[in-house]
């Protein structure tokens, strides 16, 4: 038998305009998130207002005419382009008898949607919840709703199923910090590992589905052994990719440096899911070099990088150099790619000669420090001989009555580490 395919749930989307410039774009983008959700976008209305009312959001009328417009149309679902205090969401939902979502809860179910890892889903759970809590109402309790005589015992039972439900709630929310802190004690050990190597690390950051993970995924094609083990997940679709990936990318000449693909941005991310993605772009805090991946071919694309700095802001991540790659030059006619200037990369991640270019931009960048040395090991040291051609970039090799001598470009670690075998007159 076939398996039953649902339809998806039908919505209309909603907000205010309060006069700002980028409006228009975030109803837009309200709606691609409808999409990604799996709604079905039916219907749109909007409200010019100075601000929003407390009681209702709207205005009182303009809810009215959303449940006309809803029914109208067969919407099951309301979504609101901003987060609705409790009230707010309680009142449109009373007079409109429809199920009513605001921007933070979309988002937060896209991302619980989407979450394959532990730690994502427990960074997810904790950002639901803390968003759950104030809003949980004795109206959603049972004992709340049972009729009879006993009017005030049933409100007090009510009250007293609530006070428990927000114990468990806080009781979870804790446990589950308490697991994450656990994990992130796990994932500093395997940083500093990593990090013990001295391996630059370089982070792609940037909006959402602005091609972080297919420039990643490139990358790894072109200099990685096996690469379609090391693949990261790729699709044209908002919050495609939760995790942090990390990857090591060796080049021709023997230099590593550490590629890490993180979570991606969207205007008006929730600030406890902010909170909660903290440890995941640890990555980034720590990395010598941010690649910021900008959607080219959107023309909203400075709105999103202005997201992508004021999020980095937000978490700390700040005087980090970075690289302005602006990706899907391909989907822009008549713009030549790629092309450098100064810090701003016009590139395509589908392009071979725009992924070898970003490549040289890197090395300039995260290997300026390092040093062209030439090194004499006397033959009972072949196992440094080892280390030089398995950890540094190794231009040439001779072998001399007095040892095995090397010429190769070292990072300032191992500048330090090879140091007594340094042939001086190459100073």
């Known amino acids: ?148 005589g006993g009017g005030l015992a049933n409100r007090g039972a009510g009250e007293s199923k609530l006070e428990m439900d927000r114990r ?58 096996h690469p379609e083990t090391k693949q990261v997940f790729e699709k044209d679709m908002l919050f495609a990719t939760l995790d942090t990936s990390v990857r090591q990318i060796t080049l021709p000449d023997h230099r590593k440096f550490l590629l890490s693909d993180t979570v991606g941005f969207v205007s008006k991310l929730p600030h406890k899911l902010v909170d909660s993605f903290k440890a995941t772009l640890a990555e980034a805090a720590n990395a010598d ?30 005087n980090v150099p970075m690289i302005e790659a602006y990706n899907k030059a391909d989907l822009r006619p008549d713009t030549r790619y790629p092309e450098l200037n100064g810090n701003q990369f016009i ?3 589908k392009d071979p000669a725009s992924l070898a270019k970003l490549v040289e931009l890197i090395e300039s960048r995260v290997f300026a420090d390092n040093e062209t040395n030439t090194y004499l090991i006397p033959f009972d040291q072949g196992q440094l001989v080892d280390f030089i051609n398995r950890e540094t970039g190794v231009i040439s090799t001779d072998y001399t009555a007095a040892g095995t001598q090397i010429k190769t470009v070292v990072n300032p670690i191992q500048a330090g580490q090879l140091r007594p075998y340094l042939v001086e007159d190459e100073q």
């Open 168 to 225: 468990v709630l806080n009781k979870r929310i804790a446990r589950l910090r308490q697991e994450l802190k656990d994990a992130d004690v796990g994932e500093e050990v395997r940083r500093a590992k990593r990090q013990e190597n001295e391996l630059p690390v370089v982070a792609l950051v940037g909006y959402t589905n602005a091609g972080k993970s297919t420039t990643m995924n490139g990358l790894l094609g072109l200099y990685a052994d």
């Open 1 to 148: 038998m076939q398996e039953q395919q649902h339809a998806p749930e039908k919505v209309i989307i909603t907000g205010i305009s309060r006069g700002q410039a980028d409006f228009d774009y975030t109803m837009q983008e309200l709606g691609e998130l409808a999409r990604a959700n799996n709604y079905d976008v039916v219907g749109e209305s909007r409200q010019n207002l100075d601000r929003s009312t407390a009681g209702y959001y709207f205005g009182t009328g303009k809810v009215e005419e959303i449940a006309e417009l809803a029914r109208a149309v067969d919407a099951t679902t309301i979504l609101v382009n901003d987060e609705l205090s409790p009230s707010q969401l309680r009142n449109i939902e009373r007079v409109t008898k429809l199920h009513v979502v605001d921007r933070t809860q979309l988002i937060l179910e896209i991302f619980a949607n989407r979450a394959q890892s532990k730690t994502a889903k427990t960074q997810v759970e904790i950002a639901q919840l803390q968003y759950a809590l104030p809003r949980l109402h004795p109206s959603a309790n049972k004992l709340d709703q049972q009729g009879g």
């Open 347 to 349: 590139y395509s991640a």
């Open 289 to 318: 070099l941010l690649i910021q991946v900008v959607d080219y071919a959107d023309p909203h694309y400075p709105e999103m990088m202005a997201v992508t700095e004021k999020t980095l802001n937000s978490i700390g991540i700040e």
